[in-house]
């Protein structure tokens, strides 16, 4: 009778703890958790295959410019004004076109009202108006560029002195330099806001990330700048006196700009001021001496 109430009592506890470990969660099995935590293979989407126009400009990107002379591509200037050189190619070769196209068209106008014109006047037209035309894009651009760095520069002045203000309230260094930048939806701050993003992201310097904008966007300002500041440091006395330093020399650069700029301006108006007044002369004058020379 004891025998069987101990096997009775053993087979109770081997029952009670099957129980419990059928109960209990599992420990994780090695090779389904490895499994788990393998990397993933994903399919890749299929890239948007370039339409014909894209073909078309990158075609000509590739065969007709050269890195430097009359055909090459103010790469610089394209990018600081955000536009992509595959479409400036198509709007260089579709002015190319019409430029060839006009002058034939005319001369056919001509000839229907009755009229002819030399063959010569088609040719020689027709090429002198579509170098002109491919040239203009260039032209445009680089015009368009250069209103836009006069008008980085201005905004920048104002960014680097937020900048300083932002340090004297003992803000860091990245903050500084971060905050100011999303006060405004302005295309200056925008730019600096998303290199400096991208510097932090990417564990880099925020000022060789202005540097590299300003290669970019062809602004010496941001270059010298991120070279003096890299050699100053992070040091909050040298680099308040770094930046106040290229405030005031920006602010002397642009004044005289403006001061060169309205110099220009006010010597251009003497030739349409001084033909003004040479038809006012001969306006008055021209009775006085028409009588002298019937008098006469």
């Not at 992509?84 to 229907?112: H, I, Q, S, W, Y």
């Not at 260094?173 to 971060?178: C, S």
């Amino acid at each position: 009778m004891t025998v069987a109430a101990a096997l009775t009592g053993c087979l109770g506890a081997v029952g009670l703890i099957v129980l419990v470990r059928e109960l209990s969660s599992a420990p994780p099995r090695l090779d389904a958790a490895l499994a788990r935590i393998q990397p993933t293979l994903l399919r890749p989407l299929p890239a948007d295959s370039p339409d014909t126009a894209d073909r078309v400009g990158r075609w000509l990107t590739e065969r007709f410019t050269r890195p430097a002379g009359a055909l090459a591509i103010p790469r610089t200037d394209l990018a600081l004004l955000g536009r992509p050189v595959e479409r400036f190619m198509l709007d260089k070769l579709a002015l190319l076109v019409t430029g060839l196209a006009v002058p034939p068209v005319f001369c056919g106008l001509v000839a229907a009202a009755g009229g002819s014109l030399p063959w010569t006047f088609p040719l020689l037209t027709g090429l002198i108006l579509a170098a002109v035309l491919w040239f203009a894009p260039d032209w445009n651009v680089r015009s368009l560029a250069r209103q836009r760095r006069r008008d980085f520069r201005y905004a920048f002045t104002s960014y680097l002195q937020l900048v300083v203000l932002e340090r004297e309230a003992g803000a860091a260094l990245n903050a500084a330099l971060e905050n100011p930048a999303k006060i405004t939806d302005g295309w200056p701050f925008q730019r600096v806001h998303e290199a400096l993003t991208r510097a932090r992201h990417g564990q880099e310097q925020p000022w060789r990330a202005l540097a590299r904008l300003g290669e970019e966007i062809g602004v010496r300002d941001l270059i010298d700048l991120a070279h003096t500041a890299e050699i100053a440091g992070s040091e909050g006395a040298k680099m308040h006196d770094v930046l106040v330093a290229k405030i005031t020399s920006m602010r002397h650069e642009a004044s005289a700009a403006a001061r060169a700029e309205a110099n220009s301006r006010t010597t251009a108006m003497w030739v349409p001021t001084s033909l003004l007044m040479l038809g006012f002369v001969i306006l008055v004058g021209f009775p006085f001496f028409s009588k002298l020379l019937a008098s006469g």
